[in-house]
């Protein structure tokens, strides 16, 4: 792995050139290298940063990915990282006019990367130096300690899709509010009408003391309002911080309170696992953005390539080497899905629709189909309300606003089922519906949706865990429940209860399967039973609620 040399850097800067002038914005410093096919199947297990930390899964993936490998050798013409600044690979072998269409590829990326709101976390600071300096700790910790290590670190992988992403998002980007201003909206809003539940004209007089103290003490007027609290409720600074701490907990996801609460990781032998779990954990948040933003980044990058490519003088003599690869990149599959191909073509048919004045209410009211291909108003610039959409949204805001009827029909899109045939033992595919709702269902089924498992204060008696999982029609993979509470009641040092729900088996044939014939049942026959796993001593059992 080296850098590329100044022939290629120089046309990297041309293109970064173009790029701002049409609106792009990212970091003016960028690192590119060259890879080899043994770089990249090196690099892949660990997301392609090269400063992860060591761990044996990543070993036995680079041997499965040479196998795979040398069965159906192919090579990714491009891998950039999220880092500051932001790291790009090549392929050694890529012609000049390719890596100009490459370069405009990884410049959206690198644009998304630092402008999309989902991202923010990761803004301030640069991972692949963090990564670095987790790797040392867990070396380190490593040479102490052993084996244990790599165990903390399987226990804490097995949690790491629970961690608070959009509490984190929710930190930065909500304003801090004062104390002062927490005491007084506990006051007035739990203490006086939860907790005393006073008369409402008790409440209104004290609303306004309140006022009348910010008015006849400026500078003092809550310390002069809370005196006369304190002094007549004694227990109010209890409960307050009380109330505080329990809305902090609320906020912790599962690894973050297992490392608050635990009392096995507080002991001071144990301690050194705190540090591991923080190391997985900030790991997890920092690919978080990267999983749900999957359709929309790979649509903002291939869009861009074709947008800035195609102007590019450089292209002359390379039409149709172009048109194959960029073809081979961005087509849309009849079954499956392609997310360069969705992305690219949604971002095409959100931009045409701004152009036109079409996300207007005069013309979402329109019924006639001729009216609506008609239709044209004064509407928005068409690229700035696409830069809009890069920066707010994410993979299912994107696919829930914008997938519509119209796109469908412009693109000709439908939902494929499959049937097998009898007669000639083959799977016969067909199109199931050309709706746009069930197309967009069938979308948003396909993307990244980690179960919400929350730590249940009011059931955890004792020293137990008790986890809820907040059911949405998913149940959770029951072949991994057992390993991963295994690794949770070590890591918590007492038993551990998870509440889920789970399919209520209609007859002998098994979950979900009608008496009569071997048909999947419809979704409103299906019967949930919410169901307990305890973890304790190593040992699981399952039990019915009623």
């Not at 709101?117 to 990761?122: N, S």
Request: glycine share 4%.
């Amino acid at each position: 792995m080296h850098l590329i040399d100044q022939h290629t850097k120089r046309i990297m800067e041309g293109c970064k050139r173009r790029a701002l002038d049409a609106g792009l914005r990212f970091e003016d410093e960028t690192l590119e290298y060259i890879v080899t096919n043994r770089d990249l199947i090196a690099l892949s297990p660990k997301m392609m940063i090269p400063t992860l930390y060591d761990y044996w899964v990543h070993d036995v993936e680079v041997l499965r990915e040479k196998r795979k490998y040398e069965l159906y050798p192919g090579n990714p013409y491009e891998t950039v990282i999220n880092t500051r600044p932001a790291i790009s690979f090549y392929n050694d072998n890529n012609p000049d006019w390719l890596n100009v269409m490459i370069f405009y590829h990884v410049l959206a990326h690198v644009d998304f990367f630092q402008n999309n709101l989902y991202f923010r976390h990761t803004w301030d600071y640069d991972f692949a130096g963090q990564a670095l300096s987790d790797k040392r700790l867990i070396a380190r910790l490593r040479s102490e300690k052993g084996r244990w290590v790599d165990y903390v670190i399987e226990f804490a992988r097995g949690i790491d899709n629970l961690v608070g992403y959009y509490h984190t998002l929710n930190r930065l980007n909500t304003p801090q509010v004062p104390a002062s201003m927490r005491r007084i909206d506990f006051y007035f809003d739990v203490f006086l009408q939860r907790i005393r539940k006073v008369p409402v004209s008790v409440y209104v007089k004290e609303v306004n003391r309140y006022n009348e103290s910010r008015r006849s003490v400026p500078d003092g007027g809550e310390k002069h309002f809370f005196a006369r609290i304190e002094k007549k409720y004694p227990e109010f600074q209890e409960l307050f911080n009380r109330h505080m701490q329990q809305k902090t907990d609320s906020r912790r996801d599962v690894m973050e309170h297992i490392m608050t609460h635990s009392t096995w990781l507080n002991k001071d032998e144990n301690k050194w696992m705190k540090q591991v779990l923080q190391v997985i954990r900030n790991t997890s948040l920092f690919f978080q953005p990267q999983i749900r933003t999957k359709i929309l980044n790979e649509g903002w990058a291939s869009y861009w390539h074709e947008q800035l490519f195609l102007s590019d003088d450089r292209i002359k003599g390379h039409e149709v080497d172009f048109a194959r690869v960029h073809a081979g990149v961005t087509a849309m599959p009849k079954v499956g899905m392609n997310p360069y191909a969705l992305g690219m073509r949604l971002f095409e048919h959100i931009a045409s629709f701004a152009q036109k004045g079409r996300y207007s209410f005069a013309f979402q009211r329109l019924r006639n189909a001729d009216a609506r291909d008609a239709f044209a108003a004064e509407g928005k610039d068409g690229r700035a309300f696409l830069f809009d959409v890069r920066t707010n949204l994410n993979d299912f805001l994107f696919i829930q606003w914008f997938v519509d009827q119209d796109f469908i029909n412009r693109f000709k899109l439908f939902v494929a089922g499959r049937r097998l045939n009898p007669s000639k033992m083959v799977w016969e595919y067909f199109i199931r519906s050309k709706k746009a709702a069930d197309y967009k269902q069938m979308m948003l089924g396909t993307l990244y949706h980690p179960p919400t498992i929350l730590v249940a204060q009011d059931k955890s008696a004792g020293n137990i865990l008790y986890l809820e999982h907040r059911f949405e029609e998913k149940p959770l993979v029951r072949d991994y429940i057992e390993n991963t509470m295994l690794g949770i009641e070590y890591l918590w040092g007492a038993p551990v209860k998870l509440e889920t729900s789970e399919v209520v088996p209609m007859d002998s044939r098994g979950p979900g399967m009608r008496q009569d014939a071997a048909e999947r049942v419809a979704p409103s026959d299906i019967r949930w039973q919410r169901v307990v796993y305890s973890m304790e001593n190593r040992k699981l059992s399952r039990e019915r609620l009623a």
